[in-house]
Nanobody
């Protein structure tokens, strides 16, 4: 069983900063790509940023230059540093990880999701 536990959400004024963390735990071989998604009320879940195991990152246009994704492979943890926050960044933020799980006879990659953490930016 694999779990993703997020932390770091909260309420912040526009222009402020927050740092989200997401740690993977459980029984697995390796964590490959990790990502942050968000979902605002009445909207579809969207990709915010993603990072490969090697550290290559990509960002949604709406957050590029303001958000930074990073990871610590030794801790199986991904971070999202959010600066210059805007009210339109208000959403539930979800961590996603592609995790390799092995059994005696198989090696498979699965998608896992965190429970979500609320980020609210006031104007």
């Amino acid at each position: 069983q694999v779990q993703l536990v997020e932390s770091g959400g909260g309420l912040v004024q526009a222009g402020g900063s927050l740092r989200l963390s997401c740690a993977a735990s459980g029984s697995f071989r390796v964590v490959n790509a990790m990502a942050w998604y968000r979902q605002a009320p009445g909207k579809q879940r969207e990709l915010v940023a993603a990072i490969t195991r090697g550290g290559s990152a990509n960002y949604a246009d709406s957050v590029a230059g303001r958000f930074t994704i990073s990871r610590d492979n030794a801790k199986n943890t991904v971070y999202l540093q959010m600066n210059s926050l805007k009210p339109e960044d208000t959403a539930v933020y979800y961590c996603n990880a592609r995790v390799v799980v092995t059994t005696i006879s198989t090696v498979s990659e699965y998608d896992y999701w965190g429970q979500g953490t609320q980020v609210t930016v006031s104007s």
